[in-house]
Structures are given as structure tokens and as C-alpha cells.
């Protein structure tokens, strides 16, 4: 089992940064892939970014040179960089981890973008 808890989310204004942690505990050896899923108000829940263990971080569209996802195996963090934020940034983020036994979830994390 891995639990996963976010955090960094709140309020910025548009054109403002935040960075989302993503703290894992417990079974972590086997986790081949990670990555950020959003909950926009209206939408299903969708890709944000994902890095799997053997290649390249993979970006939705929306995020693709606005978002950074980074993974510290040594301190068990992940992290979401965003930049240039805008409003329809707005929703939960939450952190996502798989292993060959499932996939796990975080609780999420509100971001809201408002001038």
C-alpha cells in the first residue's frame, strides 16, 4: 500500500506560481509511475503530468511549458511546479503513484486562480 498526501495548494492571482508536494509513505519500491491529475468544476478529473521510472516526463497540453513534475525517491516527495497560472487552472490536484499491485490516490489539493 502507498499513501499520498498534497499539499501546497491556495489562492493566487493569474500569472502567479505555486508549487503542489506530494508526501508518499509505504510501500514505495515497486512504484513505476507518478503524477498529477486535476478535478476542474465541470470536468471529469484529468491528466496533468506523469513521469514514469524510465522515461521522460509527459505533459497534457494546457501544461506543457508551464508545468514542471519533479520526483525526490530519497526524501519520497513529488512535486508540480506551475507557472503562468490562469483560471482555468482552478480545481484539486491530486497526486497519483502505480505500482504492478495499483494505483493510489492523494486526497487532493484546491488551487484557486483569481485576480
Known amino acids: 500500500q502507498v499513501q499520498l498526501v498534497e499539499s501546497g495548494g491556495g489562492w493566487v492571482r493569474p500569472g502567479g506560481s505555486l508549487r503542489l508536494s506530494c508526501a508518499a509513505s509505504?510501500?514505495?519500491?515497486?512504484?513505476?509511475?507518478m503524477g498529477w491529475y486535476r478535478q476542474v468544476p465541470g470536468k471529469q478529473r484529468e491528466l496533468v503530468a506523469s513521469?514514469?521510472?524510465?522515461?521522460?516526463?509527459n505533459y497534457a497540453h494546457f501544461a506543457a511549458g508551464r508545468f514542471t513534475v519533479s520526483r525526490d525517491k530519497a526524501k519520497n516527495m513529488a512535486y508540480l511546479q506551475m507557472q503562468s497560472l490562469n483560471s482555468e487552472d482552478t480545481g484539486v490536484y491530486h497526486c497519483?503513484?502505480?505500482?504492478?499491485?495499483?494505483?493510489?490516490w492523494g486526497q487532493g489539493t484546491q488551487v484557486t486562480v483569481s485576480s
Open positions: 497519483h503513484f502505480a505500482d504492478p499491485y495499483g494505483e493510489y
Open positions: 513521469m514514469h521510472t524510465s522515461g521522460a516526463p
Open positions: 509505504g510501500d514505495l519500491f515497486s512504484v513505476n509511475a
